[in-house]
């Protein structure tokens, strides 16, 4: 967007413009590099070397395995793409705990899985948005397959207590997903630490492009895929992969590790000083 001084964007809850570093990263692959990843020769090389590359960013960020990350349309669908594809993976439609303050793209899914018979349980939060643990603990039910909290509120921010509900989920032997399209980028968000099978994240939250987000799967984790097709994406979303939006996303996650200042504005690198301990942006930021 060009400067304007009379205009302040203050929504990056809603999108993040695209970082420079970004930009430049997509430069080669939007005006040469237009192979089909999947092809043996030549041209499908640069496209495949940066869709890998982009995956190992994306992983070093979340502090996971490359092979654990599918790269999806954006945050909508890696959401879609848990609630359903357990829901379909399931021997008879089974029961899902979230809460009543994710993103419509958690309860509208949940929504629909209830038409095929499934069963959710949205557990409430307190007045500053906060889920009580206890609280999903209750809600855990002999054929519950699916906990689904979110990492940070995309209206207020509060940030869920995700290590704890995660080790409730596992000692009740639940999946347990969590939707960090707020909280990548802005605060550590480390899959083994959080304890988590299933994390999402959406792109133009974190200054890469709309139209590109990612879903963890831990090793092991069986999902039903939403689209079938070549074998893409080790059979978990089949459709040619966008090396241009990879290297987008890839590009973001490796500025959200190593620069979370300058991805927003010399003012917030001013903020935050040179020394933001393990180089996250503080909460001033
Ligand atoms: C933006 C957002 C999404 C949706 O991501 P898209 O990439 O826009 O589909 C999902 N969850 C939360 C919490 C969000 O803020």
Known sequence: MPEDPTRIYLDHNASTPIAPAVSAAMRPLLDDDFGNPSSGHWA?????????????????????????????????????????????????????????????????????????????????????????????????????ALVSVMHANNEVGTVQPIAEIAHIARDHGVLFHTDAAQSAGKIPVRVRELGVDLLSLAGHKLYAPKGVGALFVRRGVELTPLVHGGGHEDGRRAGTESALLAAGLGAACRLAETDPCGTASAACATACGTDCGRGWATASC
């Open 44 to 144: 499908g090389r640069p496209a495949r070397d940066a869709v890998g590359a982009a995956r190992r960013r994306i992983a070093s960020l979340l502090g996971c395995d490359p092979a654990e990350i599918v790269l999806t349309s954006g945050g909508s669908e890696a959401n879609n793409q848990v609630i359903k594809g357990v829901v379909l993976g399931a021997a008879s439609p089974p029961h899902i705990v979230t809460t009543a303050v994710e993103h419509p793209a958690i309860l509208e899914p949940c929504r629909f899985v209830e038409t095929l018979g499934a069963r959710v349980t949205a557990v409430p939060v307190d007045g500053h948005g906060l889920v009580d643990p206890d609280d999903v603990r209750r809600a855990i039910a002999p054929d519950t």
